[in-house]
């Protein structure tokens, strides 16, 4: 009798250390058929419910409210331009056989000198215009990415001889990826702390914002090099670089042309289809991403007041390109689509077209119109097939025949 009281106190005590274990176990659905039903909101409905009835309305005063809504709820309000920021050619030399030209541009955003970020530029040598660029940050280094070019993630020989330009710098150069980023001393080079520490201007801003004020930075040296068409400039970047890219064009309109690269959540994938990862699971793996308004929607998707196809719809009218690959199920390829097909209605306002009506097979870009989008065989990464897909594309945006 003892021992069966004890077996089932013991019992009980097992299933309510297992209960607060499932509590806090984040569900990860992979089904398709486990999507919650949900229904995505409009963004052509004004915060006060009306409607938006033209092109004007949604540039003069629609865009700046869903903009609002992620930079108040998501990511953080990204800062303007510094003063004081002033640009250094560290280096410049001639590379791949006089394919091109590589420069070190270093970008100080103060006048001490004390604070800045490197940039890296490839330009084709032989141009006779300013060329058009693709901008985006890089997960190693800059110098990392030279050695990567083999292993096709910046593929400078295959842009270069496209006659395109293409300036990257470390993501880690202007915010660190770390939990603890915030935390720095107020005097550094960005290099060493991260630029939310030093230029706290933003508030409370994750590092998606950091990392998007970095590329704005990037754009304002590109404007003052006589090599570069500065207003053919298209952000790039690859997962959370890819977050940090289409947050970038959002705020940021100079950018002529976005493209996101298997972005996934809080990129480009619909929140609301809460299938790979999910808001709990990337708010807590990667907390400092995001402002901490962001933390009340851990579970809760559906509350949220915008889903990711407003992000990519701030995007238009100017040409979006958002990628996927078929193994990239974390990242939901199926959502990343579908955010780009429900962006239509904004660049419709326009007269502009986006993706045709059907999730692409693998390898059948669709291209031919200003939204685009592209399915990859293969695993989580940006290879040289996605580069090709983008310079096609890119090609006919900013170099009509
Ligand atoms: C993790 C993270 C993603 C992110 C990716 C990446 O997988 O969960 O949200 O996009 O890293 O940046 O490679």
Not at 153 to 158: A, Q, S
Not at 160 to 187: N, Q, Y
Not at 254 to 262: D, H
Request: some cysteine; glycine content about 8%.
């Amino acid at each position: 009798m003892v021992r069966t009281l004890k077996c089932m106190l013991l019992t009980g005590l097992f299933s309510l250390f297992m209960g607060s274990l499932v509590a806090q176990e984040i569900v990860i659905n992979y089904d398709e058929a486990k999507i919650p039903a949900y229904e995505l909101p409009d963004p052509l409905i004004f915060n006060n419910g009306k409607k938006v009835a033209n092109a004007d309305e949604w540039t003069e005063k629609r865009r700046a409210e869903i903009l609002e809504i992620f930079a108040q709820e998501m990511y953080g309000h990204v800062p303007a331009r510094p003063d004081g920021q002033h640009f250094k050619v560290l280096r410049e030399e001639t590379v791949y056989e006089g394919l091109g030209i590589r420069k070190v541009v270093r970008i100080f955003l103060d006048e001490t000198g004390k604070h800045w970020f490197d940039v890296l530029m490839h330009l084709p040598k032989h141009a006779s215009k300013p060329v058009p660029m693709f901008a985006g940050l890089n997960f190693k280094s800059n110098d990392a990415t030279l050695d990567e070019r083999a292993g096709s993630r910046w593929p400078y020989e295959l842009i270069l001889k496209a006659g395109f330009g293409v300036a990257t710098a470390w993501r880690d150069a202007v915010e660190p990826d770390g939990k603890d980023s915030m935390i720095g001393e107020a005097d550094f080079a960005c290099k060493d702390g991260g630029v939310r520490a030093w230029y706290n201007q933003g508030g409370d801003w994750g590092a998606i914002s950091a990392w998007a004020w970095g590329l704005s930075r990037i754009l304002d040296y590109l404007q003052t090099d006589k090599a570069v068409d500065a207003s053919k400039v298209t952000v790039i970047g690859h997962s959370r670089l890819g977050k940090a890219a289409l947050w970038a064009g959002a705020n940021d309109t100079r950018f002529a042309m976005v493209i996101s690269n298997c972005s996934g959540c809080c990129g480009a994938a619909i929140s609301r289809r809460v299938i790979g990862e999910n808001f709990a699971r990337i708010d807590t793996s990667f907390p400092h991403w995001f402002t901490r308004e962001f933390d009340k929607y851990k579970n809760k998707e559906a509350n949220f007041p915008a889903d990711q196809h407003w992000l990519a719809a701030l995007a238009a009218p100017r040409p979006l390109y958002i990628a996927s690959a078929t193994e990239d199920l974390w990242a939901d390829p199926k959502g990343e689509w579908l955010a780009a097909l429900h962006a239509a209605p904004v660049y419709a306002l326009f007269g502009k077209k986006g993706v045709k009506a059907n999730f692409p097979a693998p390898e059948c870009p669709d291209f031919s119109e200003t939204v685009a989008y592209h399915l990859r065989t293969g695993k989580h990464d940006i290879t040289a097939y996605d580069w090709q897909q983008y310079i096609h594309f890119a090609q006919r945006i900013y170099q009509p025949k």
